[in-house]
T-cell receptor, first 113, second 114 residues
Framework: DQQVKQNSPSLSVQEGRISILNCDYT??????FLWYKKYPAEGPTFLIS???IKDKNEDGRFTVFLNKSAKHLSLHIVPSQPGDSAVYFC????????????WGAGTKLIIKP | DSGVTQTPKHLITATGQRVTLRCSPR?????VYWYQQSLDQGLQFLIQ???????AKGNILERFSAQQFPDLHSELNLSSLELGDSALYFC?????????????FGPGTRLTVL
C-alpha cells in the first residue's frame, strides 16, 4: 500500500516555463512534507519542506503548496532552468511514526531548451 | 557535497554471498539512516541508528543487519544475497534522532548481485 504517490513518472517542460510536480498521500496523520531532488549517480538533496499548519512555503524559484483536505501537495518551479532536470521525490512523515520518511516513487523532470 | 560518505561506490557479487556497506555521517550528526532504492522505485527505509542505538526499523529483511559504532560511522551487512537485493543503497544522516530533521544523503552504493 503506497502511502505517498507520485503518479507522473516523468514530466517535460520548456525552459522558462512553470514546472508543477504533484504528490498525493493517503495517511491523514502525515504532518510534515519534503521535496528532494536527485541527479544521476548522486544521493537525494533536500529542496523544500512544509508543515501541515501551512498551505504554502516559498524558497526562491520553488514553492510548495499543501491541500490537506485533498491530501495533495505540489511543487512549483518558476522559471524552470536546465539545471532543474532531475528526479524529484516527495516524502512525508508523522510524529506518531517517529518521523520516519515515507517516499514517493519520484518524477523525472526534463527541462527542454 | 553533503558531507556523508559511502563506500564502496559499486559492488558486484554473487548470490549467497555477504557484503558490508559503510557510511560516515556528516560531522556532528548523530543519526544514520539506511535506505534501499530498487529500479525506478522510491526509497525504502530500512533502519535508523541514533548515537549507537537502533532508533527505528523499516522494511529491513532478517538477512540484513546494521550497526553504528562509537565514532558514529555505520555499516549495513547484507547476507545470503539474492538477485532481488540488487539496488542502490543510500545512507543519510541528520543532526538528531527525532523531530523534523533534514536528512543529508550520501552518494549511494550500487549493489549488483549476479
Amino acid at each position: 500500500d503506497q502511502q505517498v504517490k507520485q503518479n507522473s513518472p516523468s514530466l517535460s517542460v520548456q525552459e522558462g516555463r512553470i514546472s508543477i510536480l504533484n504528490c498525493d498521500y493517503t495517511n491523514s496523520m502525515f504532518d510534515y512534507f519534503l521535496w528532494y531532488k536527485k541527479y544521476p549517480a548522486e544521493g537525494p538533496t533536500f529542496l523544500i519542506s512544509i508543515s501541515s499548519i501551512k498551505d504554502k512555503n516559498e524558497d526562491g524559484r520553488f514553492t510548495v503548496f499543501l491541500n490537506k483536505s485533498a491530501k495533495h501537495l505540489s511543487l512549483h518551479i518558476v522559471p524552470s532552468q536546465p539545471g532543474d532536470s532531475a528526479v524529484y521525490f516527495c516524502a512525508a512523515s508523522a510524529e506518531d511514526s517517529n518521523y520516519q520518511l515515507i517516499w514517493g516513487a519520484g518524477t523525472k523532470l526534463i527541462i527542454k531548451p | 557535497d553533503s558531507g556523508v560518505t559511502q563506500t564502496p561506490k559499486h559492488l558486484i557479487t554473487a548470490t549467497g554471498q555477504r557484503v558490508t556497506l559503510r557510511c560516515s555521517p556528516r560531522s556532528g550528526d548523530l543519526s544514520v539512516y539506511w535506505y534501499q532504492q530498487s529500479l525506478d522505485q522510491g526509497l525504502q527505509f530500512l533502519i535508523q541508528y541514533y548515537n549507537g542505538e537502533e532508533r527505528a526499523k523499516g522494511n529491513i529483511l532478517e538477512r540484513f543487519s546494521a550497526q553504528q559504532f562509537p565514532d558514529l560511522h555505520s555499516e549495513l551487512n547484507l547476507s545470503s544475497l539474492e538477485l532481488g537485493d540488487s539496488a542502490l543503497y543510500f545512507c543519510a544522516s541528520s543532526a538528531t534522532g527525532g523531530g523534523y530533521n533534514e536528512q543529508f544523503f550520501g552518494p549511494g552504493t550500487r549493489l549488483t548481485v549476479l
